[in-house]
C-alpha cells in the first residue's frame, strides 16, 4: 500500500471504517487521525505529502498526551503510529 499524501490517509482511515477490523485497530486510528488533523492545519491543506515535518509535530502531540490513556493503551497508540510513521518522508 502506497500513502504519499494527507488525502489519502485519511482514505485509508476511512477504508477501515468499511472493512472488519478488529477494535484495537479502529481505536488507534481514529485517535491518531485526530492528532493529524490538528497537526496539519499547520503545513498546508488535505494535498500535501506526508512530511518529516508533520509526523514530528503529530509524534509530539501523541506523545503529549499519554496521560489520557491507560498503559495498554498507550502500547496500542504507539504500536499503530509507528506503522503509520512509515507513509511519512521521515
Known amino acids: 500500500m502506497s500513502i504519499q499524501n494527507l488525502n ?3 482514505q485509508h ?4 471504517c468499511l472493512k472488519e ?3 484495537d485497530e479502529l481505536f488507534a486510528s481514529s485517535y491518531i ?3 493529524i488533523a490538528l497537526s496539519a492545519s499547520q503545513f ?5 505529502l506526508l512530511s518529516a515535518e508533520l509526523a514530528n ?7 503529549a498526551s499519554r ?3 491507560t498503559p495498554q493503551d498507550q502500547q496500542i497508540i504507539s504500536n499503530y503510529w ?3 510513521k512509515t507513509f511519512f518522508n521521515t
Do not use: C
Open 33 to 35: 487521525r485526530g492528532f
Open 44 to 48: 498546508g491543506d488535505e494535498t500535501q
Open 82 to 84: 509507528a506503522e503509520l
Open 13 to 16: 482511515f476511512d477504508d477501515l
Open 21 to 23: 477490523n478488529n477494535d
Open 8 to 10: 489519502a490517509l485519511y
Open 57 to 63: 509535530d503529530i509524534s509530539k502531540k501523541i506523545t
Open 67 to 69: 496521560s489520557e490513556l
